[in-house]
């Protein structure tokens, strides 16, 4: 058989702009890339590919082409890298490119994690991709697929350390405490989509707190979600139901209901909008404070190139039984990814948060600084080894709410 290759505003104004600037060279230098790749030159095919994409041209046409010529050099290590990030960052080529991955690893002599790509490839809808991937699986000798698994999902947890639990911000806490603590953390998602349109989502959390166990938290949240195409639009909405517990006792309840609509608006940018609404009940007697109701309103615009960037605001009100645990805010926040060939990917995200407590008996406000970075390996397909650092200032008009705190932690995650 033959192994070949298968056939923040600002922000976005400035990447069009730059797209605009550049995409006459980058066109130029795609069109000398394919001259020489067709004349054989994998080389200097190579060459013009690397150079268009620095220039702008930035498409899973630029990652598969780079791909391909890796691949025909022999640096299979690095085609393999490539297509991997083709997969995560143009899920429309995600089977494609899951293919030539496998044949990357196969010629790293990765043979398990070859199949597990070819196995993946042959989800396709593509007639031949899936023919393609099923001819290299029996050359592998791989034995019958399983069936199609119902649900996906990832599973992590981690240990860690923080100088200053301080949860008055997130949980509503009565009183401001804090004290440090190491912790460990596990982390749970898991999918399923039936009849089309539905899918269901589960989250599960769990932190727990040696020297510090008044702030073990566990939450868990269901979400039955609808998906619909309306024109350029995707819609997904849904009810919700969470419910949260504090150092063991039922702490909050919420029923509500989500709505999330996603489009492009030029190429490799989209736009988000997502409005939720939550009715919050006191899952213990102590916590009726907590009683009433949250309302949020998000946007986002996302790139997504070599690297991803997201640049979002999200607005908040909660009306609830206390007021001083009532706070209307505001969140800008910015997140950026990128994967390296070595199979590291690297995110950094900043966010700035202002709450304002008006109607409290003593009316506060507050800023919020946090800066959050971290690093994460594929060990094999489905394992990963994470470490991320976070840190958070909330400077208060009241200096009691007022807190900073590091957060340090090492994960193994696996998905399923």
């Not at 042959?122 to 991937?133: C, G, H, N, P, T």
């Not at 006792?249 to 029923?255: I, K, P």
Request: aromatic share 8%; charged share 25%; glycine share 6%.
């Amino acid at each position: 058989m033959r192994r070949g290759l298968c056939p923040a505003l600002a922000c976005a104004l400035l990447l069009l702009l730059a797209r605009a600037a550049h995409g006459q060279d980058a066109s130029a230098l795609f069109a000398a890339g394919e001259r020489a790749f067709a004349a054989g030159d994998y080389a200097a095919a190579l060459q013009s590919f690397e150079a268009a994409r620095a220039a702008g041209s930035r498409g899973p046409s630029s990652f598969y082409n780079i791909g391909v010529c890796q691949y025909r050099l022999g640096d299979f290590e690095a085609a393999e890298a490539t297509f991997a990030a083709l997969a995560a960052q143009f899920p429309a080529m995600r089977e494609l490119a899951e293919y030539n991955r496998g044949l990357a690893l196969r010629a790293l002599g990765r043979i398990d994690d070859a199949r597990v790509a070819f196995s993946r490839a042959r989800e396709s809808s593509d007639a031949k991709i899936v023919a393609l991937s099923n001819a290299q699986i029996d050359e592998l000798g791989a034995p019958p697929v399983p069936p199609r698994r119902r649900w996906r999902g990832y599973v992590a947890g981690g240990l860690g350390y923080d100088d200053n639990v301080a949860l008055v911000d997130e949980l509503l806490l009565a009183v401001p405490q804090s004290s440090s603590s190491p912790l460990v953390e596990a982390l749970g998602v898991a999918s399923r989509t039936f009849a089309a349109p539905l899918r269901i989502d589960v989250t599960g959390y769990a932190v727990r707190y040696s020297e510090a166990d008044t702030f073990d938290q566990s939450a868990l949240r269901v979400a039955l979600i609808a998906q619909q195409s309306i024109g350029a639009w995707r819609l997904d909405v849904g009810p919700t139901v969470a419910s949260t517990t504090l150092d063991g006792d039922e702490f909050e309840r919420l029923v509500g209901v989500d709505v999330r609509l996603r489009r492009d608006v030029a190429e490799r940018l989209s736009f988000e909008t997502r409005v939720s609404y939550d009715d919050a009940d006191a899952g213990d007697p102590q916590f009726a404070y907590l009683e009433g109701s949250r309302r949020q309103l998000r946007f986002a615009l996302e790139h997504v190139a070599a690297a991803r960037l997201r640049v979002g605001l999200d607005l908040e009100r909660q009306d609830r039984a206390d007021p001083g645990v009532s706070p209307s805010r505001q969140r800008w926040s910015v997140t950026y990814r990128k994967r390296f060939r070595s199979a590291w990917t690297g995110d950094a995200r900043l966010s700035h948060r202002d709450s304002r407590y008006g109607d409290a008996e003593v009316p506060r406000d507050e800023r919020l600084l946090e800066l959050s970075l971290a690093a994460t390996r594929d060990l094999s397909a489905d394992w990963t080894l994470g470490a991320e650092y976070r840190w958070s200032d909330n400077d208060s008009t009241i200096p009691l709410f007022s807190y900073d705190t590091q957060r340090v932690q090492l994960s193994i995650g696996r998905t399923f």
